[in-house]
């Protein structure tokens, strides 16, 4: 059989890092593109670069992430992740290829106090939520046998996230305050590539929407204080070893509304592959022990 021929773009980002090394490691001939090699805010640029290509899939791991960014800057929020998916699934399309376009959890408004399922109507509260979807509604509009995945508090050694934050901060600081009244449940990125790859490997491939993150549900100060308790229970020293609370509306800095409820349900790719995610807890201790310890002094 032959290799798969893969274009990921967004590859100098945490997920597109990920996804680049594990289809690399399972035989896909993969061309990877980070920001320097294609813009996508430049439709010329993507119809120079990728219409030229061959490929069997392409997955789109590339947006513009930060979420207050997007809210001062919504034309550029809109060109990166709305216009540029529609522009990346109609070469797809052309070419035969599929498509994965990643999205996120900030398409909902967060009322809910439930798992959010794709029957779910998706409200976005901020910009960068509305480009999300817009991105998704553009993806499915030229070819409904796309799909779109929606992660949520996306973390690994690739790029440095909020749990790497805390991190840093309880070995320097002697206080830290996380939001203790927002919820979604973390992903680990070397979940997310197997998972991924396994939806790619499926006879009958999934379309639509589908919702895929770690199991279980937390706020930001349970995910970031558990990876502390994880660090402590390893013997490691810390400065700060309890988190305090603080509430979302206390963020005077945060330009963006955020969802406070966002948590996904995953019971789709549950009864899609019979695959079990695991535990938030489970791939947040795996990443702090395999990623975040330091060499003590003897
Ligand atoms: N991070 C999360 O917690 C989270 C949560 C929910 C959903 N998601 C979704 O998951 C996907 C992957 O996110 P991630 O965590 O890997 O984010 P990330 O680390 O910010 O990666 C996004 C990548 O997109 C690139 N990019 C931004 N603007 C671009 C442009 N104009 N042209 C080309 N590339 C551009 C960035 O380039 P630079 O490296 O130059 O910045 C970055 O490498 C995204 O679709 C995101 O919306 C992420």
Not at 257 to 286: I, K
Request: aromatic share 10%; with cysteine; net charge neutral.
């Amino acid at each position: 059989m032959l290799p798969v021929r893969t274009l990921i773009i967004g590859s100098g980002g945490r997920l597109g890092r990920a996804l680049s090394v594990a289809f690399q490691s399972k035989g896909h001939l993969v061309q990877a593109f980070d920001r320097s090699m294609l813009d996508l805010s430049s439709a010329n640029a993507i119809e120079s670069t990728l219409r030229p290509l061959e490929f069997d899939l392409l997955i789109n791991s590339a947006a513009a992430t930060n979420v207050d960014r997007c809210e001062i800057h919504p034309d550029e929020a809109f060109a990166v992740n709305a216009n540029a998916p529609g522009h990346l699934a109609r070469i797809a399309f052309d070419k035969g290829a599929w498509l994965i376009h990643l999205s996120t959890d900030y398409v909902f408004d967060g009322q809910t106090n439930r798992p959010l399922t794709e029957q779910d109507e998706p409200n976005p509260v901020s910009v960068y939520g509305r480009s999300k979807l817009a991105g998704e509604q553009a993806v499915l509009a030229v070819s409904t046998a796309f799909l779109n995945v929606r992660v949520s508090w996306v973390f690994g050694p690739e790029r440095p996230s909020f749990l790497d934050w805390v991190i840093d901060q309880a070995r320097i600081s002697s206080s830290i305050a996380a939001i203790g009244d927002k919820f979604s449940a973390p992903s680990y990125t070397r979940d997310l590539a197997s998972w991924l790859l396994y939806l790619m490997e499926m006879p009958d491939r999934p379309s639509g929407l589908l919702h895929l993150c770690n199991s279980g549900s937390c706020s930001w100060l349970e995910y970031g204080q558990f990876a502390l308790d994880t660090l402590l229970s390893a013997g490691q020293t810390l400065v700060c070893s309890k988190i305090a609370f603080k509430r979302l509306a206390e963020m005077e800095k945060f330009v963006a509304c955020r969802p406070v409820f966002s948590t996904l349900s995953t019971a789709r790719f549950r009864a899609l592959t019979g695959l079990e995610p695991r535990s938030w807890q489970e791939a947040v201790r795996e990443y702090v022990l395999k990623h975040k310890l330091m060499a003590t002094a003897a």
